[in-house]
């Protein structure tokens, strides 16, 4: 048997984050040791979301990623990126990739981390498939369902990342009618504003 790649030992940069943000879910296991993960902070893990956003924001898309991760092992079950452009998917946002990429699980076990405030379907599937807790990276640019989660019995934990709210307010400046179409539709970038 092979020996994992990243062991408890390996340092949590933003390089040994960005190759697990673009390697299959399904081959992190094989690929860092239980104890790799373990050591990971919440912080560590809202990074691997913005560096997921980052691959978004690289393929010409909207910049909001999401991870999944077990309480008990804190090991990544599921991650993703928003795909509206890149898929031509108008609701494949960040989280619901990453639930997604989960499939069928208990969600009630794991924690959620995504880089911005749910937009308020990904608020509903956060809420609906009974996750634990979600842990938010941007509140600056976009913010407004934190207390439905809340109500809804959830854990939510504000963890902003300086790097993942300028990297959103970039792409918010460069693309304003995209980040409308993501949160409403294009309706909404048709209307007219008054």
């Not at 913010?143 to 934990?157: A, C, F, Y």
């Amino acid at each position: 048997m092979t020996e994992p790649f990243f062991t408890d030992q390996t340092p949590v940069t933003d390089e040994v984050l960005n190759i697990i943000a673009h390697l299959p879910t399904r081959s992190l296991t094989s690929v860092a040791a239980n104890g790799f993960f373990k050591k990971m902070t919440d912080a560590d893990f809202v990074r691997l979301a913005v560096l997921l956003a980052q691959k978004g924001y690289e393929e010409g898309g909207c910049p909001i990623g999401g991870v999944i991760v077990s309480n008990a092992t804190r090991q990544v079950l599921g991650k993703g990126h928003n795909t509206l452009v890149q898929e031509n998917h108008p609701y494949n946002h960040g989280e619901t990739s990453a639930i997604r990429d989960a499939g069928r699980r208990d969600f009630s076990l794991t924690t959620i981390f995504t880089t911005l405030s749910p937009c308020d379907i990904c608020a509903a599937l956060i809420y609906m498939r009974q996750f634990n807790r979600v842990v938010v990276g941007d509140v600056t640019n976009a913010s407004g369902n934190e207390q439905l989660l809340r109500d809804k019995g959830l854990r939510v934990d504000i963890l902003e990342d300086q790097k993942g709210i300028a990297l959103y307010a970039k792409y918010r400046r460069e693309k304003p009618d995209q980040d409308i179409e993501d949160w409403k539709g294009l309706a909404e970038v048709r209307r007219p504003r008054t």
